[in-house]
C-alpha cells in the first residue's frame, strides 16, 4: 500500500466512523508529517489536500473551552470532518 492508499484508507476509516475523531489526527498527523516517504504516489495538488487536512488536523481540540478562548487556533471535531469529506470527496474522483 503507497503513502496515498494509506491515507485515503485512514480518511475513509474515520468517515465510516471506523475509528474516533481523536484516532483520526493522532495517526493522519503522525503518518503525514513522519511516515510518509514520499513514495511518488501523489501528484502535487493531491499532497496540497492532503496538507490541508494535516493542518486541521493538527490542531485538533476537543476543548470547547480552547475553541471559544482560542477561536484561531483550534479546530472542532466537525471541522476535522467537513475537511475530511471535502478532502475525500476531491481525491477519490481525481
Known amino acids: 500500500m503507497n503513502d496515498r492508499q494509506k491515507?485515503?484508507?485512514?480518511?475513509?476509516?474515520y468517515l465510516h466512523k471506523?475509528?474516533?475523531v481523536k484516532n483520526f489526527t493522532d495517526h493522519y498527523t503522525l503518518f503525514f508529517h513522519l511516515e510518509m516517504?514520499?513514495?511518488?504516489?501523489m501528484a502535487?495538488?493531491?499532497k496540497e489536500q492532503f496538507r490541508e487536512l494535516a493542518d486541521i488536523a493538527d490542531?485538533?481540540?476537543p476543548y470547547e473551552g480552547e475553541l471559544i478562548k482560542y477561536k484561531?487556533?483550534?479546530?472542532?471535531?466537525?471541522?476535522?470532518y467537513r475537511t475530511?469529506?471535502?478532502?475525500?470527496?476531491?481525491?477519490v474522483d481525481f
Do not use: C, H
Request: charged share 40%.
Open 72 to 80: 484561531s487556533v483550534y479546530f472542532s471535531e466537525e471541522d476535522v
Open 59 to 61: 490542531r485538533y481540540s
Open 18 to 20: 471506523q475509528i474516533t
Open 44 to 46: 502535487g495538488e493531491e
Open 7 to 13: 491515507l485515503i484508507k485512514l480518511i475513509e476509516d
Open 84 to 91: 475530511a469529506k471535502k478532502v475525500y470527496e476531491t481525491l
Open 37 to 41: 516517504d514520499d513514495d511518488g504516489s
